[in-house]
């Protein structure tokens, strides 16, 4: 299988998909991490990432692990409101995309360059523009 590259520097940050793959050790999400740390590009994860991705099955000691080492970005008054205005600015509904809408907000506030691993490339596009590389997972 073919590796996909990532960027110098910046920021890798993890959708709900992206996390829950890490959780169950996907050989492509764990490589492109392991890429990205050699990089020097910080992994994060927004903080309402953790509440979409984890399900009763979730191993939480295997959570705790794989939390211990990503940044969990907070999402405050002021990061909700900034959420708000990029849902606005696509036209979605913030009762469906809520927490896209958080994690594409604490993508874009990542140093550049920021790539994310999502499972939903189509929504995440509308919410964050061409400012962040989207990669599939």
Known sequence: ???RKLSHEGA???DSEGLSKLLGDDETV???IAEARSRGMEVAISALTIIE???ARTNKARLNWVLS???AVPVGDEEAKAASALLMAAG???HKYAIDAAVAEAALRQQRPVVMLTSDIDDMAKLCGDRIRLVSV
Do not use: D, E
């Open 30 to 32: 764990v490589a492109l």
């Open 92 to 94: 979605l509904h913030g």
């Open 1 to 3: 299988m073919a590796r």
């Open 12 to 14: 890798l940050v993890l």
């Open 69 to 71: 080492g990503l940044r």
């Open 53 to 55: 991705a984890v399900q």
